[in-house]
C-alpha cells in the first residue's frame, strides 16, 4: 500500500515539511526567549529548559504508549509546545511547577485528541491556563529585570541575575499607573513573563515568519486590530480607566499571541476570512479580558475561547468556490 | 504588503525545470521498427480494426475506426506491415494490457497518398469539422477529447471566442513552448481554420509570460490578421486549466459544473491548432505529436516529434539513456502525469511527456498527520478545501466530501504539492471519485433495471389482459353458436 501511495501524483514537491516549520517557528522566536534570559537571568533559563525537556519527553512517552513511531517526539512540535508555554510564564516559576504545566500541554492538551494535528486548542495556553488556576501565586509572582552590568569589559551578573535574591515587582498590565516608558515596552526591559517582555524582538521574529510564508499575515494583523480598535476608542473617551493603543500592544503577552500562539496551525480557522474573524476575535477577548476581566492579563482565555469556535468558524467561512460567482451563473 | 494582482485565488508556482529542454530545437525520433496502436481509447471507447493481419499498411492510411465520433479513427504513422493484434501492457500505471495493433516498419518516410494543399477558404464549416473528425485529432493538451466533436459542439453553442491554450503550466514540459517558436505560422493557420469551422468572431492566443521567444514569434505570426489576439498571461500553476485561463484572459469565470461554452468560449491547445492545420491544408491524419522527454535521469533531456505508438523506451534511448537510475517515469507532467508501469509501454495521442525522475525529484511519502496549516486552503485554484475533501475521503465519508467541493477539484495536485506534510490527496480524492462513479454507475444499472422489470410487468400484465380479453372474446363467441346450437336443439 504504502508503494501505491507514493505513485499518485503529483509526483514533484516544493520541499516543504512540517518538521521544518516547527523548527523555523522555534527559531523565530529564540531572540525573544534569549532576551528573557538576559533580563530574568538564570531562573529564566531554567524555566526554558524544565518546559521544554518535559515537552519532550512526555512526546515521547505518549508515542510510545500509543505504539507511534517515538522518534517523532523529536519532530518540533513538543519542541515548539514547551518554548511557547515557557515564554508565557514568569522567570520565577519553579522548574517543577514549569515542567508540569508542560507535560499537561502535551499530555492532555494534545496526545488525549490523538496527537499532532489533531488537538482542537493550543496546547501551550491550555498548560498555562490550568497553572494559572492551580498555582496563582507562583504564575503571578513577577520579578524585576536584572539585566548584567557590561562594564570595563566584564559582565557583572548580579545575585538577582542569578536567582539568588530577586526583586519582586508588578507587571505594566497590574499597574499602569507606574507609567513605562515606550523604550522600555518595546525593548523588554521591564517586569512580565520571559518571554513576553521584548515587543521587538517577539515582532521582528513574527515578521520573519510571514517572510518566509510560514504564516499568512492575517491572524497577526487582525489580533492586532481586533485588540487594537476598541482600546483606541475606550482611551480617546476614558484615558483614565482604559490603557492606551501603544500599551495594550507592546505589553503582556499581545504580540507573542499575534504571531506566534494565534497562529498555531492545529488550532486555528483555515480560511482567509476564518482566520480574520479568528484574529478579531482573539484581539477582542483579549481587550475585554484585560478591561474588565479579574485577571491582568486574557491572552491564554482568548485564544482558547476562539479556539473552540475555530471548527465552527471553518464550517460556516469557507471560501468561495472558484466561478461561483460567476456572472454567468443564471 | 502588497496584494500582488493574482488573476485568480489560489495556485502555485511550482519549480519549473523547463531549463532542461527550453532552448534545444525539436528533433526528430529516429524512425521506430515497431509501433503499437491501442485499439482502446482513454475514453473507453473501442476501435474496430480495418486491417487483416499481415496486410501491407502504407503511411497515412485509416487503420481502425470506432462506432461514433466518441471513438476518433486511427491511422498508420509509418510504411510497413500489420504483424498482430494482441494484448501489450497499456501507459495506465496499473498496467492493465489492451488490445493493440503492432505495426512493423519499413522505415520509408513517404506518405502513403498525395496529400495537396488545399484551401480553407473554399470549405464549408461542416467541411473543415469533417476533416478534422476524418483526421482522428484530440485535445493534446492531455485531456484527449475529440476534438472535431468538440468543434461541433462549440458551433452549435455558438461560441463567439476561440481561447488557444498556450499555458503549459506544467513543470518540465516544453513541447507547447517549443512548438510556439518553430511552428507559429502552422499554429496560427490551425487557429483561422477553426475559426471558420466555430463561425467564432475572435481568437485570443493566451501564453504565459515565462515564454518570452514563444510570444514574440506568435506575436509576428499574428500581425496581420485582425481577428487573432495575443495575450501574455503570468505564470501560475494550473495556468493550463481551462477555467483559470478563461479568467485570467478575459476576467469571466466559468460557473462550477458548467462548460466554458456556456460563456460562448472555446479552450483549445496550440499543438491541436497545428494538427488542425495539417488535417485542413493537407488532409494528413494526426499520427505524430511532440512529446518533451525529460526528467534528472534522462542524459539529454529535450523535444522529440514522436509517431504515435512508439515506445517510451525508444524516446529514452534516443536521449541518450538514463544517467542515473530512474525512481519513477512519468506520462505528462510531474503535477497530473501518471506513473508509467513500465518503460515497454506505447505513447498514445495524449502524452506529451516522458519524465524520468530520479528519487530527489520525487515526492516523498507522507511524513506527518494533517496540521491543518491551510497551504492547501490558500494553494487551491477551485476555492475548496482540500485537507477537508481529503479527511473524509479517508472514512469514506462521500457525501461528506462532496459537500466540501470533491465534484469541483481538478485533480491539479497544488494541494498535495505544497502540503508540508507530503500527504497524497490527489490519490483520496481520486479514491472518493472512483468510487462515486461506480455507486452513480450501479445506481444507473439498478435504475435500468427496475426500468426493465416495470417494462416486463407491464408487458405481462398487458398479455394477460389480452390474453384474458381474447378469451372472453372467444367464449362470447362460442356460447354464442353454443347458445344458438342449444336453441337450435331444442328445435330439432
Known amino acids: 500500500m504504502s508503494k501505491m501511495l507514493a505513485l499518485a501524483s503529483p509526483h514533484t514537491h516544493a520541499g516543504t515539511s512540517t518538521t521544518r516549520l516547527m523548527y523555523i517557528v522555534a527559531a523565530c522566536l529564540l531572540p525573544a526567549a534569549a532576551a528573557g534570559v538576559l533580563y530574568f537571568g538564570l531562573p529564566a533559563l531554567i524555566v526554558l529548559a524544565s518546559c521544554i525537556a518535559a515537552a519532550c519527553l512526555s512526546e515521547w512517552l505518549c508515542l510510545l504508549l500509543r505504539r507511534h513511531d517515538w522518534r517523532a517526539c523529536m519532530d518540533g512540535s513538543a519542541l515548539l509546545t514547551g518554548l511557547l508555554l515557557a515564554m508565557s510564564l514568569p522567570a520565577s516559576t519553579p522548574w517543577w511547577v514549569a515542567a508540569f504545566g508542560s507535560a499537561f500541554a502535551i499530555i492532555i492538551g494534545k496526545q488525549v485528541f490523538g496527537g499532532l494535528g489533531h488537538n482542537p486548542f493550543n496546547p501551550a495556553m491550555l498548560g498555562r491556563v490550568m497553572l494559572l488556576i492551580c498555582f496563582p501565586v507562583e504564575l503571578t509572582d513577577w520579578r524585576a529585570i536584572a539585566t548584567p552590568d557590561f562594564a570595563d569589559g566584564e559582565i557583572i551578573l548580579s545575585a538577582a541575575w542569578q536567582g539568588i535574591d530577586a526583586i519582586s515587582a508588578a507587571t505594566p498590565l497590574y499597574n499602569m499607573a507606574e507609567g513605562l516608558s515606550l523604550v522600555e515596552l518595546v525593548s523588554g526591559a521591564h517586569p512580565g513573563s520571559l518571554g513576553e517582555t521584548s515587543s521587538i524582538l517577539i515582532l521582528l521574529g513574527g515578521l520573519a515568519l510571514v517572510w518566509l510564508k510560514i504564516i499568512r499575515p492575517v491572524i497577526p494583523v487582525a489580533l492586532l486590530l481586533g485588540l487594537g480598535a476598541p482600546a483606541l476608542v475606550a482611551h480617546l473617551i476614558a484615558p483614565e480607566s482604559f490603557d492606551s493603543i501603544l500599551h495594550h500592544w507592546l505589553s503582556g503577552g499581545a504580540m507573542l499571541a499575534a504571531f506566534f500562539i494565534a497562529t498555531d496551525l492545529v488550532s486555528s480557522p483555515t480560511s482567509n476570512k476564518g482566520q480574520w474573524v479568528f484574529g478579531l476575535g482573539c484581539g477582542l477577548l483579549i481587550w475585554l479580558i484585560r478591561s474588565f476581566g479579574s485577571y491582568p492579563e486574557g491572552v491564554a482565555f482568548a485564544v482558547l475561547i476562539m479556539n473552540a469556535a475555530t471548527p465552527v468558524i471553518d464550517h460556516y467561512l469557507r471560501p468561495a468556490v472558484f466561478g461561483s460567482q460567476s456572472a454567468h451563473l443564471q | ?492
Open chain 2, 1 to 492: 504588503m502588497f496584494l500582488s494582482a493574482r488573476p485568480f485565488a489560489g495556485g502555485i508556482h511550482p519549480k519549473g525545470f523547463k531549463e532542461l529542454t527550453e532552448d534545444k530545437y525539436i528533433d526528430r525520433l529516429d524512425s521506430p521498427d515497431h509501433l503499437y496502436l491501442n485499439l482502446q481509447q482513454r475514453n473507453g471507447a473501442k476501435l474496430v480494426s480495418l486491417v487483416e493481419v499481415g496486410e501491407t499498411v502504407f503511411k497515412g492510411q485509416l487503420l481502425a475506426k470506432g462506432s461514433s465520433d466518441m471513438a476518433v479513427p486511427l491511422h498508420s504513422p509509418v510504411n510497413g506491415k500489420l504483424e498482430a493484434i494482441k494484448e501489450v501492457t497499456s501507459p495506465h500505471p496499473a498496467g492493465l494490457k489492451t488490445s493493440c495493433m503492432v505495426l512493423s516498419n519499413n522505415g520509408d518516410p513517404r506518405w502513403g497518398e498525395d496529400h495537396r494543399p488545399c484551401d480553407f477558404r473554399q470549405l464549408t464549416p461542416e467541411q473543415i469539422i469533417q476533416k478534422v473528425l476524418d483526421a482522428g485529432i484530440v485535445g493534446l493538451g492531455g485531456a484527449a477529447f475529440p476534438t472535431g466533436v468538440k468543434l461541433r459542439l462549440a458551433r452549435q453553442a455558438k461560441v463567439h471566442t476561440l481561447l488557444i491554450n498556450g499555458g503549459e503550466c506544467e513543470p518540465y514540459l516544453t513541447c507547447d513552448d517549443r512548438l510556439m517558436r518553430e511552428q507559429a505560422a502552422e499554429i496560427v493557420s490551425g487557429v483561422q481554420m477553426m475559426l471558420k469551422a466555430l463561425g467564432a468572431q475572435q481568437a485570443i492566443i493566451a501564453v504565459e509570460d515565462n515564454k518570452g521567444e514563444a510570444i514574440a514569434m506568435m506575436a509576428d505570426a499574428i500581425a496581420e490578421l485582425p481577428q487573432i489576439s495575443l495575450k501574455s498571461v503570468p505564470s501560475l500553476y494550473p495556468m493550463g486549466s481551462e477555467r483559470h485561463l478563461i479568467k485570467a484572459v478575459t476576467g469571466e469565470m466559468v460557473p462550477p459544473g458548467q462548460l466554458s461554452t456556456k460563456l460562448g468560449i472555446l479552450v483549445n491547445n496550440v499543438a491541436t491548432a497545428r494538427a488542425v492545420f495539417h488535417a485542413v491544408r493537407f488532409s494528413r491524419p494526426l499520427i505524430e505529436r511532440v512529446i518533451t522527454v525529460s526528467g534528472a535521469a534522462v542524459e539529454e533531456p529535450g523535444n522529440l516529434v514522436v509517431p504515435i505508438g512508439t515506445l517510451v523506451s525508444q524516446l529514452i534511448a534516443q536521449r541518450g539513456g538514463l544517467k542515473v537510475d530512474a525512481a519513477r517515469l512519468v506520462a505528462g507532467g510531474p503535477m497530473m502525469g501518471q506513473a508509467l508501469p513500465s518503460p515497454f509501454v506505447p505513447t498514445d495521442k495524449s502524452i506529451g511527456g516522458v519524465l524520468a525522475l530520479t528519487e530527489s525529484e520525487l515526492r516523498q511519502e507522507q511524513s506527518h498527520a494533517c496540521v491543518r496549516c491551510g497551504s492547501c486552503v490558500e494553494a487551491c485554484p477551485m476555492g475548496l478545501m482540500p485537507f477537508q475533501m481529503a479527511a473524509y475521503s479517508r472514512v469514506s465519508d462521500w457525501p461528506q466530501a462532496q459537500h466540501f467541493g470533491l465534484d469541483n477539484c481538478l485533480l491539479c495536485g497544488a494541494c498535495s504539492y505544497v502540503c508540508p506534510s507530503k500527504i497524497p490527496l490527489v490519490q483520496y480524492f481520486q479514491h472518493a471519485r472512483g468510487n462515486l462513479n461506480a455507486q452513480r454507475s450501479m445506481r444507473q444499472k439498478s435504475a435500468h433495471a427496475r426500468e426493465l422489470t416495470q417494462a416486463r410487468q407491464l408487458r405481462l400484465a398487458k398479455e394477460a389482459e389480452a390474453k384474458k380479453a381474447a378469451k372472453a372474446a372467444k367464449a362470447s363467441k362460442r356460447k354464442r353458436p353454443a347458445r344458438r346450437r342449444a336453441a337450435s336443439g331444442g328445435e330439432e
